[in-house]
């Protein structure tokens, strides 16, 4: 059998013909990276490589890095290995790569979302023949509604909160699910403050973006300025000192596992919306059927149980291990399993 | 059902005392007495005897929500409840049902001497016809009790603010 043209290795996805990793989690010389989040873009490579939009992003995380940026869909040659980067709707610059060598095309999604979010470029399916494909949702039970219906119910329980004078906390991750709730607050309804996190980040995004005002959280910030207004968070924010201040506040939390009535409660979150930067149980399905692909390997997430399906469909499917177990909306689920452990001390 | 379907969200979604008695109280302001008295009941862990047996609920589900069994059975292995998995997995259809909450407990004492497939049929077109909460709150109708932390003392708080009765008459 010929050689494979990516494989998994202890470092990252492979192309041993070009010498070049995708979204590598051990340092490497040469490093394609798919989108920010801390498991994907991560320190210590020697060459990066990634969507433009995304080099502010890992500067602001990573530091001084060298770093080119790419169009979407513009080709690169590397030993005869074609890369090029494809938009993958699950954060602002997250992409997919495609990966062609004499004739042969091997895509990989990234963390990826069929549902266009108004802020990433939209998600297209490519052609391939292998497909690795991400399966953080890949249950049948995940089912998302539509963004705006979502927006509209968190705007709802925001107004009703400020009727009672409280403050609205809403938890979202740092970059992107930050980003994606904000565009679609209604800044009519009262004034949104940041934690230090979310505003850092945002700033970065607001030369790609626009996005309503903000007003990051400081020492100085008032006691009395909160009730009404809505505060966005990271997740890590709850249950500590820092959101005391907020008082009289209601919590919610904006994630996919909130589709799990246990994952509210065992957080101890007074709402859970249901909104995910990945795809769903369909979308999922009909990104792999959009592809054409024959063989799929099924990483992150449900993957045993959605290759096993995809199998009786008629795939060549498979899985296959990394470390982008720790995506960031994956940490919700540590973070339960560490909450679990805390009620039965 | 949408009236019971949101005291049960609500019972459900909050920690706060004063918040359940608030919203059982606004609840039966408004509800019938035949809805009045299943809801009490119900919230008493008391509930129609079991029309179908979940091995059947399993593979109805399976099959309407068109997945093989054995993925059905994942899903629900870590989901962890057997009606959030079903009101999951089910997708909502355009028509919606307006029965009241005693319909669909007077129906569910009718089905349990039904044909199986009768039993089917009736669980395929009733699921399609509820939205995702709903259709939660009925199968747990079918499969178990509502274990939503609420006291009789406080139902009889809810029911005594909404009927004006004083508290211990009611008791």
Redesign the interface.
């Known amino acids: 059998m010929k050689n494979k043209l990516l494989v998994f290795n202890d470092k990252g996805i492979y192309c041993a013909q070009a010498d070049v990793y995708l979204d590598p989690w051990r340092p490497v010389k040469n490093a394609i990276i798919t989108h920010g989040h801390s498991d994907h873009a991560r320190f210590g490579h020697r060459y990066y490589i990634t969507h433009h939009y995304n080099i502010p992003i890992l500067k602001h995380r990573l530091g001084d890095i060298v770093v080119t940026g790419k169009e979407w869909g513009e080709t690169f040659t590397i030993n005869g290995v074609t890369f090029s980067l494809h938009p993958a709707g699950h954060i602002i610059g997250s992409s997919q790569v495609r990966v062609e060598y004499k004739g042969e095309v091997w895509v990989f999604t990234g963390d990826y979302k069929t549902e266009d979010d108004g802020i990433s470029t939209p998600y297209e399916a490519i052609r391939c023949h292998t497909l690795i494909t991400e399966n953080t949702f890949g249950l049948p039970a995940f089912r998302w509604l539509p963004q705006a219906e979502v927006m509209q119910d968190i705007n709802t329980w925001w107004a009703q909160n400020k009727a009672e004078g409280r403050t609205s906390v809403l938890f979202g991750y740092t970059l992107g699910k930050a980003q994606r709730l904000l565009k679609y607050l209604d800044s009519d309804i009262g004034p949104i403050y940041t934690h230090g996190a979310v505003e850092n980040m945002t700033e970065v995004l607001r030369t790609i973006v626009d996005f309503p005002p903000t007003i990051r959280i400081t020492q100085e910030t008032k006691k009395e300025a909160f009730p009404g207004s809505m505060v966005l968070a990271p997740p890590s924010a709850h249950g500590t000192v820092w959101i005391r201040k907020m008082t009289p506040y209601v919590t919610a939390a904006a994630s996919g596992w909130m589709a799990f009535r246990g994952a509210r409660r065992r957080r101890a979150i007074d709402k859970g919306f249901v909104l995910s930067d990945h795809c769903d149980w369909q979308g999922l399905l009909e990104s792999v059927k959009a592809t054409g692909a024959e063989r799929i390997i099924c990483t992150h997430g449900y993957s045993d149980i959605f290759s096993a399906y995809l199998r009786e469909l008629g795939y060549d499917a498979v899985t296959e291990n990394t470390q982008y177990e720790g995506d960031e909306e994956e940490i919700s689920v540590g973070d339960e399993k560490d909450a679990e452990k805390k009620e039965e001390l | 059902m949408r009236n019971f379907a949101a005291l049960i969200k609500t019972l ?4 706060k005392t004063s918040v359940k008695v608030e919203a059982l109280t606004e609840y039966f302001l408004h509800a019938s007495d035949p809805d009045k008295v299943w809801t009490i009941a119900l919230l008493s862990h008391r509930r129609p005897p079991r029309p179908v047996n979940t091995t059947l609920l399993r593979l109805w589900a399976s099959e309407l ?1 068109n ?2 069994l054995w ?2 059975e ?2 629900y292995h ?4 057997l009606a ?2 079903i009101a ?2 089910i ?1 909502d259809s355009k028509e919606h049902s307006e029965k009241s909450l005693s319909e669909y407990v007077g129906e569910m004492i009718a089905l349990k001497s039904k044909s199986e497939a009768e039993k089917r049929l009736y669980l395929h077109e009733n699921w399609q016809m509820l939205n995702y909460y709903e259709r939660f709150v009925f199968t747990k109708l079918i499969t178990g009790s509502f274990r939503i932390g609420l006291s009789q003392k406080l139902m009889t708080r809810a029911l005594s603010k909404a009927v004006g009765i004083d508290e211990d008459v009611l008791a």
């Open positions: 459900d979604s909050s920690n929500a997945i093989p993925l059905f994942e899903s870590i989901v962890g409840d959030e998995t999951l997995i997708p």
